[in-house]
Every structure is written in C-alpha cells, then in structure tokens.
C-alpha cells in the first residue's frame, strides 16, 4: 500500500478473528416505518459505528463490510446517489474518528465507477491510517466476488509467482511487500436472506456462516455478540480428521 504522495507503507499484522458483514436489510427497514429510502440507508450507517465497536470489543483483528456490490448499480439512480453519499459522509467524518482509536480503514473493490470525492475521501483515510494496528475496517465498494477472482486470474499468468498467498495478493490489490487480510472466519449475513451475494468468495472458502432475521439498522453488539458466540461453538476441521487424544 503506498500513501497519497506515493510513500510506502507497512501494512500491521493483525491477530484474532477476520469477521465479515454482509449489511442486508436498509431499505427494507425503512419501508417498514413508512420512510424513504434514504433514511434506512443513514440509519446502517450509525450501525456501521456500533458493528465497529462490537469488533474491538470482541478482539476482532479485520472486520470487512459488504458495502456496495458491482450489481447494485441496477438500483434507482436516486438511490445509488443517496448511497454514495452516505459512504462519502462515512469517509470524510466516521472514519477520521476510528484512525483516531488506532483503526485502519481501507476499500476493496473497483473505484472508477465511483465519484472523483468519494475517490479521493477513500484515499485520504487509506494514508492517514494506514499504520494503525488496532483493527482493519475493510469496506466493499463496487466490489465483485467473481471479478475478483478474474482480475486476479489474469495477473496471475504474469506474476512469475504461482503460490496462493501471492494469487491473494492480486485479488486485494495489495503490494509484494504488504500482508493481505487473513481469509474470513465468520460471515454474518442480516436481514434473513440465506445467500452470498457475490462477497468476497476467495476469502469465505472456510468461513462459519451465520444468517440473522435482524435487519442492517438495528443491528449492534447483541447481534455482534450472539454471532460470535454461535461461532465459537462450531468444529473447524478445514476438511481434516480430528487426532483422537491417546
């Protein structure tokens, strides 16, 4: 990762859980109170506060939020609108106050499709806290699981390179010399649907899922909490035979 005068900087490694959100259920929340829109869209943003939170307090190392998918450009011009406005509030004014607390946020995802400000907003909390250690907030924006992996695939026959953790660093787009996030332990998906979404695929190849009726607004840290709890009790044999104990 290089900052905005193209200095290079290094990237933390990051200890505990990689958690990541698909946020569903906006909208939905607020068709049900008779409100635009918009208003459901402001109001997962206040939730985006509390999940971060939620992360520290459970000594989450990467927290990535699927913010925008490369599919949602289908959605009403008015509301892609709405929406990026929203994410561009999140990274001029949330987002200073979480470098503040030592956190790291960064986007993945394609950024020519979005606004040259929210481009440049991006950038700015990307070098400002770059060398924070103490969580690494990943927002997807105009991000696709699939192309991901295409894009990756494509640089892959060029790298000179054909080990995994080097395919995984063409998928983030991160330097040699930097540490790409860890693959996700745990995927919560609210609002009740059961898929995936186009989320980052690569990186859910091991993940526990969980799914929760609780839409993106209201969630907070006892939904954070009861997640996480449910993951704990879960085997992780990554397709291996547990040793019996002699």
């Known amino acids: 990762m290089t900052n905005g005068n193209g200095n290079h900087l290094l990237t933390p490694r990051y200890s505990g859980l990689h958690v990541a959100i698909i946020m569903d259920g906006s909208g939905r929340w607020a068709e049900a109170r008779a409100l635009p829109r918009a208003e459901g ?14 992360a520290l307090e459970h000594g989450v190392g990467v927290l990535t939020l699927f913010t925008f998918s490369t ?15 929203t994410f561009e509030g999140f990274f001029r004014v949330d987002a200073p106050a979480l ?7 960064t ?7 979005l606004p040259v400000s929210l481009r440049q907003a991006i950038e700015k909390i990307e070098a400002a806290s770059g060398r924070g250690g103490q969580l690494h907030v990943r927002l997807a924006m105009d991000y696709s699981g699939r192309e991901a992996i295409l894009g990756a695939a494509r640089r892959f026959q060029q790298a000179g390179d054909d080990s995994a953790e080097c395919f995984t660093r063409l998928l983030v787009g991160v330097e040699p010399g ?18 995936l ?3 980052p695929l690569w990186e859910i190849a091991y993940a526990e899922l969980y799914f929760t009726p609780c839409l993106w607004p209201d969630f907070g840290p006892a939904e954070f909490d009861a997640a996480v709890r ?15 104990a002699s």
């Open 99 to 105: 470098a503040g607390q030592g956190i790291r946020v």
């Open 71 to 85: 599919d949602n450009w289908g959605r009403p011009e008015t509301e892609i609108s709405e929406l990026m406005r």
């Open 178 to 195: 930097d540490i790409p996030a860890p693959d996700i332990d745990l995927l919560i998906r609210t609002g009740g649907e059961q898929r």
């Open 197 to 199: 979404s186009n989320c």
């Open 107 to 113: 986007a993945i995802g394609r950024r020519d499709r």
């Open 41 to 54: 869209h402001r109001a997962g943003r206040v939730a985006v506060q509390r999940a971060v939170e939620a």
């Open 230 to 244: 449910e993951f704990r009790t879960r085997h992780r044999r990554f397709g291996r035979i547990p040793v019996a």
